[in-house]
């Protein structure tokens, strides 16, 4: 047995099912399980996807960025975590890379991106 094909078969007992295809240029809502003072509830983080990364499936993680006021906020996201309740695709947007850090120095009518319908 190879050494992938074993770390496949250990992962994939905390693997989530329905899981979507994630990609850069989605807008999506991630609804995060919090626990504070003995009380669980689900905060939302809606934003758009600026990267992805993974080397196996258990480990995909995605970078999702919102802007508040005139302050850019990114939090990084374990997709197979399980402190995350869903992930919802709000929006698709027309990009040409796979990595959109360059949307960081942009501001206001220049930050725009095209939506697909």
């Given at each position: 047995m190879w050494n992938f094909e074993l770390v496949n078969k250990v992962q994939a007992q905390?693997?989530?099912e329905?899981?979507?295809?994630?990609?850069?240029w989605m807008e999506v809502e991630v609804y995060q399980l919090i626990n504070e003072w003995g009380k669980s509830r689900a905060q939302r983080f809606k934003g758009i996807i600026i990267k992805t990364?993974?080397?196996?499936?258990l480990e995909k993680t995605i970078t999702v960025r919102r802007k508040v006021w005139a302050?850019?906020?990114?939090?990084?996201?374990?997709?197979?975590?399980p402190t995350i309740e869903k992930i919802e695709i709000l929006r698709q947007f027309k990009v040409?890379?796979?990595?959109?850090?360059?949307?960081?120095e942009l501001t206001w009518k220049a930050a725009k991106l095209k939506?697909?319908?």
């Open positions: 905390f693997k989530k329905n899981v979507n295809d994630f990609r850069t990364a993974w080397k196996t499936a302050f850019g906020v990114e939090r990084i996201f374990a997709v197979h975590s040409r890379r796979s990595n959109l850090a360059y949307i960081r939506e697909v319908k």
